[in-house]
């Protein structure tokens, strides 16, 4: 069930008020890490997050940048950031 109204937006703030509290020389494998973690919290359901940094001299994901969290031991995602298209 999605969350809605109040207790949605304890938890966004309390998320962001976790990553904020990254010193700023944390490695960016950690923050992504992080981040991972705290959308699955968000959530509040079993699964995975797989997420990559973006080169912005590449106007790219960095597929060397991939960190996956969560239950990742199933995940069949492919090693390389693809785009979804609607």
């Not at 309390?14 to 959530?43: F, S, Y």
Request: charged share 30%; proline share 10%.
């Amino acid at each position: 069930m999605a969350l809605a109204g109040p207790e949605a937006l304890r938890r966004l703030q309390k998320a962001g008020e976790r990553l904020a509290g990254l010193p700023p020389d944390t490695p960016m494998a950690d923050c992504l890490r992080r981040i991972g973690e705290e959308a699955l919290r968000l959530i509040d359901a079993p699964g995975a997050a797989v997420l990559f940094g973006y080169d912005p001299e590449r106007a790219a994901l960095d597929p060397a940048t991939r960190v996956a969290v969560g239950e990742t031991d199933a995940l069949t995602v492919p090693e390389s950031p693809r785009l979804c298209r609607a």
